[in-house]
């Protein structure tokens, strides 16, 4: 069983630059295939950004590409999420998922585990 916390929460006005972290504990990290998703109030969980277990390769939605970096650090059991350029779309609620599966995936039904998500709100 992985436990996922994410933190990083923030307000910030467009055109700024936010971090997100997600501790994982329980299970073997370098062995899962990661990936931020998120929430729009009233809006449909969406995949953002994806790092592979097995090949390190990254994928991002077409709205965040060229802004945000996926990063993981095997070593202290962590996936980072560089959020730049940030846009009041941007805003919503950002949740760490764990998926078993070697490539990356994007549907949520595709991710094993979830976090309790932390909240980003980008002002205009």
């Known amino acids: 069983q992985v436990q996922l916390v994410e933190s990083g929460e923030g307000l910030m006005q467009a055109g700024g630059s936010l971090r997100l972290s997600c501790a994982a504990s329980?299970?073997?990290?370098?062995?899962?295939?990661m990936a931020w998703f998120r929430q729009a109030p009233g809006k449909e969980r969406e995949f953002a950004a994806g790092?592979?277990?097995?090949?390190?390769?990254?994928k991002y939605t077409d709205s965040v590409n060229g802004r945000f970096i996926i990063s993981r650090d095997n070593a202290k059991n962590t996936l980072l999420l560089q959020m730049n350029s940030l846009k009041p779309e941007d805003t919503g609620r950002y949740y760490c998922?764990?998926?078993?599966?070697?490539?990356?995936?994007?549907?949520?039904?595709?991710?094993?585990?979830w976090g309790q998500g932390t909240q980003v709100t980008v002002s205009s």
């Open positions: 998922a764990a998926s078993q599966r070697a490539m990356i995936v994007t549907s949520p039904r595709d991710y094993d585990y």
């Open positions: 329980g299970g073997t990290f370098n062995r899962y295939t």
């Open positions: 790092i592979a277990w097995f090949s390190g390769a990254t």
